[in-house]
């Protein structure tokens, strides 16, 4: 079973509504994968900050979980509209010398009023292009590949100073074999292709590059397991993470019930519906599907789905998909918290209509998450 990662851009049952572009000119409100003229900005790399604002204000609303965009052609750019590159700095691993002493407080995950805050707000949640300070929680991780080079291939979630949550299937079996050892943590990304990320006249910090200390996953996870069983997992970083406006831990949901058809939301840099990763941090919002309808479609593919997972999703390319896995499976309480209820685990391909995706669920690991960072923050 191939590694399942995390795509965010949905398609499907677009109405035509007249609506005004950023250009001011007359057009109709349809699906972005209708659009060929805004959809051929992922064919140009990096994707400059004038070309994320112009996507962003072009959106005209959803159909359902569906984002529509008001088609027109992109602005004219010219040299001075290009967005600098320059190269990002290497990331080694560690040494003895370079790692940051214990603090009891990386033994437990963020408290409450300091995690999962929401830096946008009220705003309406629900397309695919972020802002720039939207999931500061979010972590890309990087491998060591043959060549020598850091390939990010997976995804994660910062929960204190000092961890990351993700998928054991990150952090151990195949991915090690095929592409290399975990390395390092990138926390306060938003376009890959750029060292210093700029929107709307608006510039983040610097991402902040972290060489792993160690990493645990679950020991019941096995890429034996059809399931995936006991898919989660931390990495400890070598020194602690600073708290900026655009690095923040995430919330750990608690013991409650996710009710079916609940809002929940993805978000990472995984691969679209074209193929193509995006360079620009995006997100998805999917209600949560029935895990009894869930469990017995899986089981026809031989994957016997335990109490232990979620899933979500359901709608042609509505789903987690090639990019991110390890991500988090997130929900936003009434009080404007964010909290990870799942992790991107696994699926039956990519956005198939009728399969929702498997995530494994946080709650069901709570206790084995607060032992793990007791036990290991030593």
Known sequence: MELKVLVILPIIWALVDSCITPLGETSDCVSLYDCPALLSAFENRPLTSTVISFLKRSSCGFEGYVPRVCCGPL???????????????????????????????????????????????DKI??????????FPWMALLGYRTASGRISYQ???????????????????????????????????EYDTQTDIDCSDDVCADPPQNIPVQSAYPHPGYSDNNKNRRDDIGLVRLSRRASYTYYVQPICLVGNERIADGSDVYVAGWGKTLNGKSSPVKLK????????????????????????????????????ACRGDSGGPLMRRKP????????IVSFGYGCGREGWPGVYTSVAAYSNWIKEKLVSTNV
């Open 75 to 121: 602005p004219q750019q010219n040299d001075e509209q290009q967005t600098t590159r320059r190269p990002r700095p290497s990331t080694t691993e560690s040494s003895s010398s370079d790692i940051d002493p214990v603090d009891d407080e990386d033994s437990y995950p963020a408290p409450r009023n300091q995690c999962g805050v929401d830096t946008n707000g």
């Open 125 to 134: 949640y629900g397309g695919q292009f972020t802002d720039l300070d939207e």
């Open 154 to 188: 997976c995804g994660g979630v910062l929960i204190n100073h000092r961890y990351v949550m993700t998928a054991a299937h990150c952090i151990t079996g195949a991915i090690e074999r095929e592409l290399g050892k975990l390395v390092a943590v990138r926390l306060g």
């Open 284 to 319: 998805l919002s999917l209600p949560t599907f029935n895990k009894g309808r869930c469990a017995e479609k899986y089981k026809t593919l031989g994957a016997d789905l335990i109490e232990k997972q979620i899933c979500a999703g359901g709608s042609f390319a509505e789903d």
């Open 335 to 342: 009080q404007g918290v964010w909290e990870a209820v799942g």
